[in-house]
């Protein structure tokens, strides 16, 4: 069949002519149309552009939506991780949402792939905050555990609003437990407290043991105070309130009432027992526990191992968030009540350097006198020793000694001892001395109007009056009223200087000097000068007398010191180098604490404290001095 095909006519007379050399077989020829390969190449070229464009386009949208995973998003140390891959700023605190800066919107893949990452958060607080009564929790100061449940969900619930707070009925389960103490794993936080106090007769030089000997001590399981530490061979005695009895313990006697058990101490001489701390007063010795002193605010007090306490106790499993809600609301409600402000006064006796003022003569005793709220001192007959021609010593009139008192701690001195006429002499520039040192003075003046004022002072909110006077015999040499003198009155002018502070301060304390060198056993122009003072509303009278320690007597339940010593004493003589620095602590105007501090003056004339034996030894000839039992003497 001729012509015959599907394409056009003259394609196979391609057949008939001969291939010429220079021209490409595929080449349109004038006698010929183009091919269909070559016709549709553009076409076939821009569908296979398409299709690449299409494969690149779905990879890099698979890319976008997959992330890159060679290269992880890490958050600064410490911080968090923004959504979106951004590097975190630290985290706020629980509660806060900053709302001033933009948040980047967060893919559903990208917070897939966050999720498929494990991150640790702090524990969530719970949802709801119970609080549950035990009902062994005791009452203590008016205060029940039901009435401290209630305040501490008051007190949450305005600290954490977006929580939900409530009272519930099994400690046990609950986020908090009100209780008398908190069981092991859990975290306490006292409410209030009503601690025991371990007392002694004062006649002990004791101050303090641990936890296991006080509990032994009072059971009786050591027999001797000496073993101890007391420094004496003494019967240990277990004694009893009917009040406040210790679990395990045979007293050799019980009292009804605090007052019977300070007079049992006349007949148990070793006793110990547990008293209320609301009850104490300065009749008795209350040792410290464990290095906490009730009467100093020494140690960790929640820690105290005697008597009663209200707590909250939280379980340890809780967040952190729950302890601080706690703490706040403690503060909140002023939880736990304050110990009150106690004010601790130190009183010095005699101090005669006759050898001049060297520096740091009373360094050895600084740091107790330092730590009085009030430390006072006395200046005795001999404070000036004469010179050449009768002339005042130099130490006196350079102010060397002003200066030590002062570095010392001593903030006030008592001039009414003053006899001699030297010292009398150099009165004006003494107080000009003294006071430049930042002292003040009590017991002399330029005037008798003001030899006879009353020092005032105002400590932890009490104010304190120091009445200085020299109730001897009256010089046969009269001196006027308006020259330089000491305090130089009798005992009804003392009681009439006593009435004066008294109306004006809360505490007042008189400091007396009697007679040119003391005597060993008070007269009874001193015992009745002593005793109108009391009348007249003294809280306690210190004998300063450079005979050496006297004895104490009671009068009207207020203490009278018959003799203290002299800081700088004769060193020839035991009993004159020997002498004792007073420490009274008051709770507002009511004395609670009465306890000597034994003070040795060595050769040179220099002051230490005495040894735990020393002070025995001397606590010991004090008690033997002391000229009449306590109910004797009102």
Do not use: C
């Not at 559903?108 to 966050?114: C, D, F, I, K, T």
């Not at 039901?146 to 400690?171: C, F, H, I, Y």
């Not at 003053?418 to 002499?425: D, G, I, R, Y």
């Not at 007269?523 to 009745?528: E, F, G, Q, T, V």
């Amino acid at each position: 069949m001729i012509g015959l095909d599907i394409g056009h006519g003259p394609d196979i007379d391609r057949k008939w002519v001969p291939p010429a050399d220079e021209l490409d077989p595929s080449a349109s020829l004038p006698d010929r149309p183009p091919s269909t390969l070559a016709e549709r190449a553009p076409v076939l070229l821009a569908v296979a552009v398409g299709f690449i464009l299409m494969a690149v386009a779905i990879v890099l949208l698979w890319r976008s939506s997959m992330g890159n995973p060679a290269e992880p998003t890490v958050g600064p140390p410490g911080g968090g991780q923004q959504p979106g891959g951004a590097l975190a700023s630290p985290l706020p605190s629980p509660g806060f949402v900053d709302t001033t800066s933009p948040q980047p919107a967060t893919p559903a893949s990208a917070q897939r792939l966050e999720t498929a990452s494990p991150v640790v958060q702090p524990e969530p607080t719970p949802a709801t905050i119970t609080i549950a009564v035990s009902a062994s929790a005791a009452t203590i100061h008016g205060l029940t555990a039901e009435a401290a449940a209630q305040a501490l969900r008051d007190a949450l619930t305005s600290l954490v609003p977006g929580q939900r707070v409530q009272l519930a009925t099994a400690p046990g389960q609950a986020t908090i437990a009100i209780v008398q103490n908190a069981p092991p794993g859990y975290r306490s936080y006292v409410i209030a407290a009503a601690p025991l106090a371990v007392v002694t007769s004062p006649r002990l030089a004791l101050t303090g043991v641990s936890r296991d000997q006080a509990e032994r001590l009072l059971r009786g399981e050591i027999r001797d105070w000496f073993s101890a530490g007391a420094g004496i061979t003494l019967k240990v005695e277990p004694l009893a309130l009917s009040s406040a009895p210790l679990a395990g313990a045979q007293p050799v006697a019980t009292y009804d009432s605090y007052d019977a058990l300070v007079a049992g101490f006349t007949d148990h001489p070793g006793g110990v027992a547990l008293v209320p701390l609301s009850e104490v007063d300065w009749r008795v010795n209350v040792l410290a526990v464990d290095g906490i002193d009730l009467l100093e605010s020494q140690g960790d007090l929640s820690a105290y191992p005697f008597g009663q306490r209200l707590v909250a106790a939280i379980r340890a499993d809780q967040p952190q968030d729950v302890h601080r809600a706690v703490a706040q609301a403690f503060a909140k409600l002023g939880w736990p009540h304050a110990m009150p402000a106690l004010t601790r006064v130190g009183i010095a006796g005699d101090l005669s350097p006759v050898s001049g003022a060297s520096p740091g003569m009373l360094a050895d005793i600084a740091r107790l006198v330092s730590a009085f709220d009030l430390a006072a001192i006395s200046l005795d007959g001999h404070a000036t020793s004469p010179g050449q021609g009768g002339t005042p010593s130099p130490p006196l009139a350079s102010g060397d000694l002003a200066v030590e008192l002062a570095r010392a701690g001593i903030d006030a001195v008592s001039l009414a001892a003053l006899s001699s006429q030297e010292a009398k002499a150099a009165l004006p520039e003494l107080l000009g001395a003294l006071h430049d040192a930042g002292l003040a003075t009590t017991g002399a003046g330029m005037t008798e109007a003001e030899a006879r004022e009353p020092l005032i002072v105002e400590r932890n909110g009490v104010r304190v009056a120091i009445v200085a006077a020299h109730t001897g015999p009256v010089p046969s040499t009269s001196t006027t009223a308006t020259a330089p003198r000491p305090n130089r009155v009798t005992p009804s002018a003392l009681a009439e200087d006593v009435r004066r502070a008294a109306a004006q301060a809360d505490i007042v304390l008189v400091l007396l000097y009697h007679g040119e060198e003391g005597a060993a056993t008070p007269d009874s122009d001193l015992i009745a000068a002593t005793h109108l003072a009391i009348d007249a509303g003294a809280e306690a009278v210190i004998v300063s007398d450079p005979a050496g320690i006297g004895g104490l007597a009671l009068y009207k339940d207020r203490p009278i010191l018959f003799g203290i010593g002299a800081v700088t004493g004769n060193p020839a003589a035991v009993e004159l180098r020997q002498s004792a620095i007073a420490e009274l602590v008051f709770d507002g105007d009511t004395l609670i604490r009465l306890r000597l501090h034994g003070i040795e003056s060595g050769p040179a004339g220099s002051p230490r404290l005495m040894s735990g034996d020393e002070q025995a030894a001397l606590l010991d000839r004090f008690w033997r001095l002391s000229p009449m039992p306590a109910d004797q003497s009102r």
